[in-house]
């Protein structure tokens, strides 16, 4: 797969190591990675050279809603990640500097997302999907 788009996404600091397990055979930009525990499908709006399925990749994660609904707020410190259907994902987490929330060991870009909430929040949001970027 070639660059799918201009848009970065993903804080620089927030890069984890992926393997691509598998392509969708119909939309090109829809993938799935394992990271340890996690297989997640994302859909890739970078990719500066090509991949093969197999091999690790250093990613950056986002999350992106078409709602504007705004996170809830949780009580404790509950972390989760729990895909619901269609590429959409639940994700329960902490707000960390730099626009960043952490759950069950990833961590996502929320900018545009998630805002005003203050840095060390525990949060629930749903997703309608999870973005990706390809490190260079």
Do not use: W
């Amino acid at each position: 797969m070639e660059a799918t788009g201009h848009r970065q996404v993903g804080s620089k600091d927030a890069a984890i190591d992926a393997v691509l397990l598998g392509q969708d055979s119909d939309i090109v930009e829809v993938m799935r990675l394992s990271f340890g525990r996690h297989v997640l499908e994302v859909f890739v709006h970078v990719c500066p050279n090509p991949v093969v399925v197999g091999e690790t990749y250093r990613v950056r994660l986002s999350l992106e809603s078409l709602d504007d609904d705004q996170p809830s707020v949780l009580d404790g410190a509950d972390v989760s990640l729990k895909h619901l259907s269609n590429g959409r994902y639940r994700v329960r987490g902490r707000i960390r500097e730099g626009e960043v929330l952490e759950a069950d060991g990833l961590r996502f870009d929320v900018a545009g997302v998630i805002e005003g909430v203050p840095v060390g929040t525990f949060v629930e949001v749903t997703a309608d999907r999870i973005a990706a970027e390809f490190c260079a």
